[in-house]
């Protein structure tokens, strides 16, 4: 079964832009993996950020944007906010099948 | 908006069937070119994929899982439900419902419990 990659941890100053990466171990990540990225905070449910590589959700603030940047997933956070300390997964669809990520512990301080 | 709510026994002997229903308002589960899935979360872990079930009825597993779920629709009540027979310790976790496509739309989520 395809592994999905992602920083296990990053730390970034309040204002700072940060980059979490999503891969896979069959190869590149492409639109066709319909890429999605979740933020969960302790004790809550998972928040859908991005969906289908770039596509915001209505609640999600403009400064999460997701792409694709060489062979991976990728979610960026530009002006990081000190509530914006999480965890955060990526989901990938591997040949018909949904794959999370391990998750990307983000730091704010 | 779409909204999603399980529903099932918080506690299950091992070796037992799991039995959950996750009830949808705001859409229909039987239209719109939908995924309705299932997902668990152990304590202090990441999510697991557990699968899905599409509008037409078409269902998909993850591989390690398979042999034990099963994710069905019951169009008359606007519910889809989960199925996970075999139960161990290791199945305890918070169970989520979601719908996916144009999104992801997640249900609040509900604690299964395999003990004796």
């Known amino acids: 079964q395809t592994v999905v990659t992602q920083e296990p941890s990053l730390t970034v100053s309040p204002g700072g832009t940060v980059t979490l990466t999503c891969a896979s171990s069959?190869?590149?990540?492409?639109?066709?993996?319909?890429p999605y990225w979740f933020q969960q905070k302790p004790g809550q449910v998972p928040r859908t950020l991005i969906y289908?590589?770039?596509n915001r959700h209505s609640w999600t603030p403009a400064r999460f944007s997701g792409s694709l940047v060489g062979a991976k997933a990728v979610l960026t956070l530009s002006g990081v906010q000190p509530e914006d300390e999480a965890e955060y997964y990526c989901l990938l669809l591997c040949d018909g099948v949904r794959v999370f990520g391990g998750g990307t512990k983000l730091t704010v301080l | 908006q779409v909204q999603l709510q399980e529903s099932g026994p918080g506690l299950v002997k091992p070796s037992q069937t799991l039995s959950l229903t996750c009830s949808v308002s705001g859409g229909s589960v039987s239209s719109g070119n939908y995924y309705w899935n299932w997902i668990r979360q152990p304590a202090g872990k990441g999510p697991e994929w557990i699968g899905r079930?599409?509008?037409?009825?078409?269902?998909g597993y993850n591989p390690s899982l398979r042999d034990r779920v099963t994710i069905s629709l019951d169009t008359s009540n606007n519910q889809f439900s989960l199925k996970m027979n075999s139960l161990t310790a290791a199945d305890t976790a918070m169970y989520y419902c979601t719908r996916e496509g144009r999104g992801a739309y997640w249900g609040q989520g509900t604690l299964v419990t395999v003990s004796s």
């Open positions: 289908d590589t770039d």
């Open positions: 079930i599409y509008t037409n009825g078409g269902a």
């Open positions: 069959t190869g590149a990540v492409t639109s066709g993996h319909y």
